[in-house]
């Protein structure tokens, strides 16, 4: 079992910018996971966001959010970042980290086992 903690959410102004973390505990020494960031608003499905290797060097990222959003892992690899910048309203969800066990980085839902419970993201216009 692999453990998901997020934090770092809050209420901020668009153009703002806040970094999200998430920590990983559990079934994670000698094992390798890629790690997704999602995102779900009020009334709408579970989207992609995010997703990094693990070795943090493969990245890949929704168009809502290239250039204005970074994913990175820490140098222990167990806590995962999402760095975001000039927010906008429409950004506004609750963000979830998810993990699969495995080197690569997976895009659709469907491929984590492992979620956090989510930490709730706000935008003001």
């Known amino acids: 079992q692999v453990q998901l903690v997020e934090s770092g959410g809050g209420l901020v102004q668009a153009g703002g910018s806040l970094r999200l973390s998430c920590a990983a505990s559990g079934r994670t020494f000698g094992n390798y996971y890629g790690i997704g960031w999602f995102r779900q608003a009020p009334g709408k499905e579970r989207e992609f966001v995010a997703a990094i290797d693990w070795g943090g060097s493969l990245r890949y990222y929704a168009d809502s959010v290239k250039g204005r959003f970074t994913i990175s892992r820490g140098n222990a690899k167990n806590t995962i970042y999402l760095q975001m910048n000039s927010l906008k309203p429409e950004d506004t969800a609750v963000y979830y980290c998810?993990?699969?066990?495995?080197?690569?980085?997976?895009?659709?839902?469907?491929?984590?086992?492992?979620w956090g419970q989510g930490t709730q993201v706000t935008v003001s216009s």
């Open positions: 998810a993990a699969r066990l495995g080197t690569y980085y997976y895009i659709s839902e469907h491929e984590y086992s492992y």
